[in-house]
């Protein structure tokens, strides 16, 4: 079992930056790829981005590429989510979640997740 809880969220204007982090307990960090994933207000849960067990790989959603930077500590069990150049477009509830078999954009590879974090973007 995997237990994640995510941080980091807030209120920021159009153009800004926050980083969300999240922090693992429960079985060994190092051994799972992470993965972020938001959901907008009306709208499915959808891919953002996501790191392999040794850091060594990133892939991200083609909307957030080049602005959001995903990385992790496995000293310390943490993931985070370096969001630069907001957009209004972003604002959803940002979800960490662990997969133990391979780096993945697609939810259902995922075997445990957090309880989301509130990003909203202002205009």
């Known amino acids: 079992q995997v237990q994640l809880v995510e941080s980091g969220g807030g209120l920021v204007q159009a153009g800004g930056s926050l980083r969300l982090s999240c922090a693992a307990s429960?079985?060994?960090?190092?051994?799972?790829?992470m993965g972020w994933f938001r959901q907008a207000p009306g709208k499915e849960r959808e891919f953002v981005a996501t790191?392999?067990?040794?850091?060594?790989?990133?892939y991200y959603a083609d909307s957030v590429k080049g602005r959001f930077t995903i990385s992790r500590d496995n000293v310390n069990n943490t993931v985070y989510l370096q969001m630069n150049s907001l957009k209004p477009e972003d604002t959803a509830v940002y979800y960490c979640?662990?997969?133990?078999?391979?780096?993945?954009?697609?939810?259902?590879?995922?075997?445990?997740w957090g309880q989301g974090s509130q990003v909203t973007v202002s205009s």
């Open positions: 979640a662990a997969n133990y078999f391979r780096i993945s954009g697609d939810q259902n590879d995922y075997n445990y």
């Open positions: 790191i392999s067990w040794s850091g060594g790989s990133t």
């Open positions: 429960g079985r060994i960090f190092s051994n799972y790829a």
